[in-house]
Every structure is written in structure tokens, then in C-alpha cells.
């Protein structure tokens, strides 16, 4: 479009064009209220994520109650150091990424990269730690539907020689690891398509983005990436802590 | 800057069908490193103390203990990593609007199956 034209038109009608940032759109006030719409607009769509991950939490508390001992065995084979490494991973990288809307805010684009870098290293060191515990209940054979064999917690384990089952209860273990794997795999899902986000959005402050005083890609961004360490949050003491001395 | 270019705004191109201009946002707040470090911090320590006191045996308590210490951690994430401490009255609301409603759902569907087999446990 030319410029010069829609500067003079801006003039005459009073319409300000020019003096505004190119990414404010239209039928937004100012940068601010922008923001404020598409914070509003993120919080919305965390809170359906509430509501999808809350049925998972409540269809496990619910499951525990009725089949309690074998809840408590399922969880007994957990690795607890697992767990609370990865828990430390993602809150870690809570900070950075907090450190990373700072780094927006304040419009330094190279602290900007670094944090979302370590955010990004983070989070796929959370991924290779449950990928390591995912192929660990591969082997022990606790995978439902694919190579679950409920014989191998009849008889409890080196840690906990107490947890004998009866078949029974030993085949309802398959309820507690199927939640585990629902619930852990829709958690890594979200971190998956939380580092692929993330590196795009690498891309874009590499050629210069977001340091401009558009903070919102990043914001919301970042609000999506506390959402998830929220959710671990909740399934470390659930799945790996709770029923340790039951 | 902002504030100028909202001022400015203001000033020579009121909204016909706005009325007369209201704060449309909230004063930007930029929160310090050092709250960041502070909070990341704690939520250290609160990862620590809730795998330490899973080990020690509490009987009923283990899980009211894991579970109020998620909850204060949860807090500290939704209110200084997320904002929501320094955020609009409208993204407050609707934060609290979301647990709320979150809360009905839980506790009615609990409520449901605690009194299923009320009295034959």
C-alpha cells in the first residue's frame, strides 16, 4: 500500500495509521487492551485444559478408592527419584521461561533466546527422564493393552515385599497403570507440543520478534508452559507419593 | 510508551460508540528477577519437603500433606509465574471463575460416589 497516500488519508479523517505499532491489530483500542483480549483469550482455553485434565485426576481418585491395594502397588513400582527429578526439571524451567517474559518485557533479545533455550533443554530432559520410566514399565511388563501381565505384581517387589495381591486385585492394577499412562502421556503430549512451540518461537525472536513491545506471543506462551508444570505439579504427589506408606 | 500512545489515542480519536473513554487495561506491571528467583526457589524447597515427608508415615496424612503442598505450589505458579497477583480484575475473575466451576464439578462428582454405598462400607 502506499504510505504516502494512507499517511495524508490518516490526517484528513483523523484516522492514526501511522501511529501505532504494526502489530496492533485494528479493532483493538491499544497494545495494551490487545494484550489484556489475548490474555483473556489464553485463560479461556487454560481452563478448558483444567476441566480435560480435572476428569483424568477425578476418574483416578475415584479408581484409587475402589481398587486401593492394587492403586497402592501400581504406585510402589514407580521410581520416586523420577519423579522428583523431573519434578525439579519443570520448575526450573517454570523460572527460566518466567525469566524469558522478563527478558520481552524488558526487550533484551538475547537474554530472551538464552532462557528460552534452557527452557526448551528443560523440557526435553523431563521427556528423556519419562521416556526412561515409560521404557522401564515396558520391560517390567506394566503396559496395559500391549504387554500388561498382572502376575508380575502378585507378588510384590525388592522395595516392597508386603504388596502381595490377589489375582483378583493384581488384574486391576491394569485400571491404575492405564490412568498413569492416560495421564503422563497427555502431560508429555502437552510438553511435546510445548518444545515444538517453544522453537518457533526460538525462530522468531532469533530474527528479531517479540522485543519490539509484543510481548503476548510469549506471555501466553509462557502461561501454556506454567499450565503444564502445573498439572505435574498435581501427578507427582498423586501418582508417585501418596501411596508410599499404604 | 504505551501510556503516551493510549493518551494520544484518547485525545483525537474518541470511539463514537465508546461513550467516554474508560481504562480499557491494567497498569502493565513487570515483575523482578528476584520475585521470579524467590518463588522458583520456594517451589524447590516445596518439591523437597513434599518427597521428604512422603517417606515418613503419616497413615491418612501422606496424601492431605502431598496434596496441600500442590496446592500451595500451584498458588505460587498461577500467581507470580502466571501474572495472575498483578493481572486485570477480568483475567482474576475469570481464573477464579475456572477453579470455581472446576471445584462444583469435583465435589459433586465425589459427592456422588462417596454416598453411592452410604452406610454398607
Same mark, same amino acid.
Given at each position: 500500500?502506499?504510505?504516502?497516500?494512507?499517511?495524508?488519508?490518516?490526517?484528513?479523517?483523523?484516522?492514526?495509521?501511522?501511529?501505532?505499532?504494526?502489530?496492533?491489530?485494528?479493532?483493538?483500542?491499544?497494545?495494551?487492551?490487545?494484550?489484556?483480549?489475548?490474555?483473556?483469550?489464553?485463560?479461556?482455553?487454560?481452563?478448558?485444559?483444567?476441566?480435560?485434565?480435572?476428569?483424568?485426576?477425578?476418574?483416578?481418585?475415584?479408581?484409587?478408592?475402589?481398587?486401593?491395594?492394587?492403586?497402592?502397588?501400581?504406585?510402589?513400582?514407580?521410581?520416586?527419584?523420577?519423579?522428583?527429578?523431573?519434578?525439579?526439571l519443570l520448575i526450573?524451567s517454570?523460572?527460566?521461561?518466567?525469566?524469558?517474559?522478563?527478558?520481552?518485557?524488558?526487550?533484551?533479545?538475547?537474554?530472551?533466546?538464552?532462557?528460552?533455550?534452557?527452557?526448551?533443554?528443560?523440557?526435553?530432559?523431563f521427556?528423556?527422564?519419562?521416556?526412561?520410566?515409560?521404557?522401564?514399565?515396558?520391560?517390567?511388563?506394566?503396559?496395559?493393552?500391549?504387554?500388561?501381565?498382572?502376575?508380575?505384581?502378585?507378588?510384590?517387589?525388592?522395595?516392597?515385599?508386603?504388596?502381595?495381591?490377589?489375582?483378583?486385585?493384581?488384574?486391576?492394577?491394569?485400571?491404575?497403570?492405564?490412568?498413569?499412562?492416560?495421564?503422563?502421556?497427555?502431560?508429555?503430549?502437552?510438553?511435546?507440543?510445548?518444545?515444538?512451540?517453544?522453537?518457533?518461537?526460538?525462530?522468531?525472536?532469533?530474527?528479531?520478534?517479540?522485543?519490539?513491545?509484543?510481548?503476548?506471543?510469549?506471555?501466553?506462551?509462557?502461561?501454556?508452559?506454567?499450565?503444564?508444570d502445573?498439572?505435574w505439579?498435581?501427578?507427582?504427589?498423586?501418582?508417585?507419593?501418596?501411596?508410599?506408606?499404604? | 510508551?504505551?501510556?503516551?500512545?493510549?493518551?494520544?489515542?484518547?485525545?483525537?480519536?474518541?470511539? %463514537?460508540?465508546?461513550?467516554?473513554?474508560? %481504562?480499557?487495561?491494567?497498569?502493565?506491571?513487570?515483575?523482578?528477577?528476584?520475585?521470579?528467583?524467590?518463588?522458583?526457589?520456594?517451589?524447590?524447597?516445596?518439591?523437597?519437603?513434599?518427597?521428604?515427608?512422603?517417606?515418613?508415615?503419616?497413615?491418612?496424612?501422606?496424601?492431605?500433606?502431598?496434596?496441600?503442598?500442590?496446592?500451595?505450589?500451584?498458588?505460587?505458579?498461577?500467581?507470580?509465574?502466571?501474572?495472575?497477583?498483578?493481572?486485570?480484575?477480568?483475567?482474576?475473575?475469570?481464573?477464579?471463575?475456572?477453579?470455581?466451576?472446576?471445584?462444583?464439578?469435583?465435589?459433586?462428582?465425589?459427592?456422588?460416589?462417596?454416598?453411592?454405598?452410604?452406610?454398607?462400607?
Amino acid at each position: 500500500m502506499d504510505s504516502q497516500s494512507v499517511a495524508a488519508q490518516t490526517v484528513e479523517t483523523g484516522h492514526i495509521e501511522h501511529e501505532h505499532p504494526p502489530f496492533l491489530r485494528h479493532h483493538f483500542e491499544n497494545v495494551a487492551q490487545q494484550r489484556e483480549a489475548a490474555t483473556f483469550g489464553m485463560w479461556l482455553f487454560l481452563l478448558t485444559e483444567i476441566m480435560f485434565f480435572g476428569g483424568l485426576f477425578c476418574a483416578y481418585l475415584i479408581f484409587r478408592n475402589w481398587y486401593y491395594p492394587a492403586f497402592v502397588a501400581g504406585s510402589h513400582s514407580l521410581h520416586i527419584w523420577a519423579g522428583t527429578l523431573n519434578t525439579t526439571l519443570l520448575i526450573i524451567s517454570s523460572f527460566t521461561m518466567a525469566m524469558a517474559v522478563h527478558a520481552a518485557e524488558t526487550r533484551v533479545r538475547r537474554s530472551l533466546m538464552g532462557w528460552m533455550i534452557v527452557t526448551i533443554i528443560l523440557g526435553c530432559g523431563f521427556l528423556c527422564v519419562k521416556a526412561y520410566e515409560w521404557h522401564d514399565e515396558w520391560v517390567e511388563h506394566h503396559v496395559p493393552g500391549l504387554n500388561f501381565n498382572p502376575a508380575t505384581l502378585e507378588h510384590g517387589t525388592k522395595a516392597y515385599p508386603d504388596d502381595t495381591l490377589a489375582p483378583d486385585m493384581a488384574q486391576k492394577t491394569s485400571v491404575y497403570f492405564s490412568l498413569y499412562f492416560a495421564m503422563t502421556g497427555m502431560h508429555a503430549l502437552h510438553m511435546i507440543i510445548g518444545v515444538s512451540l517453544l522453537t518457533i518461537l526460538l525462530i522468531g525472536a532469533y530474527k528479531g520478534k517479540y522485543v519490539d513491545g509484543h510481548v503476548a506471543p510469549i506471555e501466553n506462551f509462557g502461561l501454556y508452559w506454567h499450565f503444564v508444570d502445573i498439572v505435574w505439579i498435581f501427578l507427582f504427589p498423586l501418582l508417585y507419593l501418596i501411596s508410599r506408606h499404604q | 510508551m504505551e501510556q503516551q500512545q493510549e493518551h494520544h489515542h484518547h485525545l483525537h480519536v474518541p470511539h %463514537p460508540d465508546m461513550g467516554p473513554s474508560e %481504562p480499557t487495561h491494567h497498569e502493565e506491571h513487570i515483575v523482578t528477577p528476584k520475585v521470579y528467583l524467590i518463588v522458583g526457589a520456594s517451589l524447590l524447597v516445596f518439591t523437597a519437603t513434599t518427597t521428604a515427608v512422603s517417606y515418613v508415615d503419616l497413615g491418612e496424612f501422606n496424601a492431605v500433606v502431598a496434596l496441600a503442598i500442590a496446592c500451595i505450589k500451584m498458588s505460587l505458579v498461577v500467581l507470580f509465574f502466571m501474572h495472575v497477583k498483578y493481572s486485570s480484575k477480568l483475567t482474576r475473575l475469570t481464573v477464579a471463575c475456572g477453579f470455581f466451576t472446576f471445584l462444583v464439578l469435583i465435589t459433586m462428582t465425589m459427592t456422588d460416589y462417596i454416598s453411592r454405598a452410604w452406610g454398607r462400607w
